[in-house]
T-cell receptor
Framework: AQSVTQPDIHITVSEGASLELRCNYS??????LFWYVQSPGQGLQLLLK??????LVQGIKGFEAEFKRSQSSFNLRKPSVHWSDAAEYFC?????????????FGRGTSLIVHP | GAVVSQHPSRVICKSGTSVKIECRSL??????MFWYRQFPKQSLMLMAT?????????EQGVEKDKFLINHASLTLSTLTVTSAHPEDSSFYIC???????????FGSGTQLSVL
């Protein structure tokens, strides 16, 4: 079965600083990987996804993530954080099921942005 | 872009009553919908997967008689929490997958509070 580990419960950065959120996964084959963002009391919005191809994936809102098979990682990065980026971030891995996938989520990392 | 509408966004009910939550895909056909439960500061836990026209598949530990799921059409799935108790209080999120399997969209969630 697949699993996702987000080792950091909270991350605090200053506005304008760079950001990296860690994600490690466990899955026997090439996974489908995702990053979602959740604002308080809201659903999830997809930031980016990796299925195959280029291991550096560009997403919305200036985010990117890099798939590193050797490290089983899919870390999320942003070069300059804005105060509006403060939210909960979830990494997810999708196990294929009959040509489709069912995502499993990590526990999330709460991003706090200081002015 | 594709939108998933989840209603109601918030509901407060008395213990012992039943509550129905609706999840609609507004501009695409969702052959599969997922229902998640999220506790404060926790990840999303998959409760069940529903496919249009067939019975839902429940995750281990989820009571199917308590959490009734109906996916009667390609655009609507409902979750009914029967005989709700305070321990059922939680944030419930649905997601819908369109026929292009890599696209998964989330509703904005329903905060259920059982008194």
């Amino acid at each position: 079965a697949q699993s996702v580990t987000q080792p950091d419960i909270h991350i605090t950065v200053s506005e304008g600083a760079s950001l990296e959120l860690r994600c490690n996964y466990s899955y026997g084959a090439t996974p489908y990987l995702f990053w979602y963002v959740q604002s308080p009391g809201q659903g999830l919005q997809l930031l980016l996804k990796y299925f195959s191809g280029d291991t550096l994936v560009q997403g919305i809102k200036g985010f990117e993530a890099e798939f590193k098979r050797s490290q089983s990682s899919f870390n999320l990065r942003k070069p300059s954080v804005h105060w509006s980026d403060a939210a909960e971030y979830f990494c997810a891995v999708g196990a294929s099921s009959g040509g489709s996938y069912i995502p499993t989520f990590g526990r999330g990392t709460s991003l706090i942005v200081h002015p | 872009g594709a939108v998933v509408s989840q209603h109601p966004s918030r509901v407060i009910c008395k213990s012992g009553t039943s509550v129905k939550i609706e999840c609609r895909s507004l501009d695409f056909q969702a052959t599969t919908m997922f229902w998640y439960r999220q506790f404060p500061k926790q990840s999303l836990m998959l409760m069940a997967t529903s496919n249009e026209g067939s019975k839902a598949t429940y995750e281990q530990g989820v009571e199917k008689d308590k959490f009734l799921i109906n996916h009667a059409s390609l655009t609507l799935s409902t979750l009914t929490v029967t005989s709700a108790h305070p321990e059922d209080s939680s944030f419930y999120i649905c997601s819908a997958r369109d026929k292009e399997f890599e696209k998964l969209f989330f509703g904005s969630g329903t905060q259920l509070s059982v008194l």
